[in-house]
């Protein structure tokens, strides 16, 4: 039987994934890996061909940007079977696959696939009051990243830098209310980001603390003007945004985040980049949640280290 279920989607990186798939295939032919080919058509259609491949016995890949990525994994952690899963990163932003350790680089990830290696990676799950259910590798985020995300999702070029700048010109932060495990938070805020990986956007790295071998979200809870979110943006790629006196930091298993004032226009809320809809939504860590095709060693934190002279978790 072959090995792995490989799903891609023709349109990740503005439609650049064609050739990209091609290259992957030539470098997967030359490793021997034994694989086959599935293309998603619609959103949602990853998720459902992942389900069917992991109940077929398949290794389940997804190639793409972080929307397949994520969809491909809840397809294969909600399939109940246990299947393996695991990444070529092929998108304009590639988070997902960055989280547990698999570099931006077609060959590169075509060779952690033909080396086999596995473990263990805690995963987050968010459930909304209005009952949307995702579970998560990266951050889940509300407020202005979230309509960030939901600007770029709708955009052909899917570019969220430009989603930002657009977002910026009419953001104004509202109340909000986050129930931790030890901790709360009432007041004023711009975005709060809950970390299980450290990173989104493309390499923006706003829960840089984060780890997912530690059962605990790394939480930031931002009450930001306009200027000084504008000023820090570029920081976030070198993780040195923080520590800030208007960045609040926190450790939980599980959050909580509400509107403060029911009466103002919520904020949205989104995992790995795909938009789940209103807050209220409730976040838990899941301690080892899943195994996953990925390197020895975490060689996304070892690049950052040899750019910038230290991990993105590490601070002076």
Same mark, same amino acid.
């Given at each position: ?17 064609? $050739?990209?798939?091609?290259? $992957? ?23 459902? /061909? ?10 389940? !890949?997804?190639?793409?940007?972080? +929307?397949?990525? %994520?969809?491909?994994?809840?397809? @294969? ?13 092929? +998108? ?11 570099? *931006?680089? !077609? ?5 952690? !696939? ?18 949307? &259910? ?8 509300? +407020?202005?990243?979230?309509?960030? $995300? ?6 052909? &070029? ?28 009432? +007041?004023?805020?711009?975005?709060? $980001? @809950?970390? %299980?990986?450290?990173? #989104? ?19 930031? @809870? ?5 200027? @000084?979110?504008?000023? %820090?943006?570029?920081?976030? #790629? ?23 004032? *029911? ?16 807050? *209220?939504?409730?976040?838990?860590? /899941? ?30």
């Amino acid at each position: 039987m072959t090995d792995h279920g490989i799903i891609y989607n023709p349109i990740s990186a503005g439609g650049k994934s064609k $050739a990209d798939i091609d290259q $992957a295939c030539r470098y997967l032919d030359d490793l021997g890996v034994s694989y086959k080919l599935f293309e998603s058509e619609y959103a949602g259609h990853a998720i459902e /061909l992942a389900t069917q491949l992991a109940k077929d016995g398949y290794r389940v !890949i997804g190639a793409g940007g972080d +929307g397949t990525c %994520n969809e491909v994994f809840n397809g @294969v952690i909600t399939s109940n079977t246990g299947s393996l899963c695991g990444f070529i990163p092929m +998108g304009s932003g590639n988070d997902i696959p960055g989280a547990i350790g698999i570099p *931006p680089d !077609i060959k590169r990830a075509c060779e952690i !696939i033909a080396e086999g290696h596995t473990g263990k990676s805690d995963i987050g799950l968010a459930i909304t009051d209005e009952g949307v &259910k995702r579970y998560f590798i990266g951050i889940g985020s509300q +407020g202005f990243d979230a309509e960030a $995300a939901r600007r770029a999702n709708e955009s052909k &070029k899917k570019n969220y830098v430009i989603a930002v700048l657009k977002t910026l010109i009419r953001w104004k932060n509202r109340e909000i209310k986050v129930i931790m495990d030890n901790d709360k938070y009432e +007041g004023e805020s711009t975005l709060i $980001a @809950v970390g %299980n990986g450290p990173s #989104y956007g493309g390499g923006m790295y706003m829960c840089a603390k984060a780890r997912v071998n530690d059962g605990l979200f790394y939480i930031n @809870v931002c009450n930001l003007s306009k200027l @000084v979110l504008l000023r %820090n943006f570029k920081r976030m #790629y070198s993780a040195s945004h923080i520590p800030r006196p208007d960045i609040y930091e926190f450790e939980s298993k599980k959050v909580r985040i509400e509107m403060l004032n *029911p009466e103002d226009e919520p904020f949205i809320c989104q995992v790995d980049g795909e938009v789940l809809g209103n807050i *209220p939504v409730t976040y838990e860590a /899941l301690k080892d949640g899943y195994e996953f095709i990925q390197p020895e060693i975490d060689e996304v934190a070892e690049a950052f280290k040899e750019k910038h002279g230290r991990y993105f978790y590490e601070f002076k």
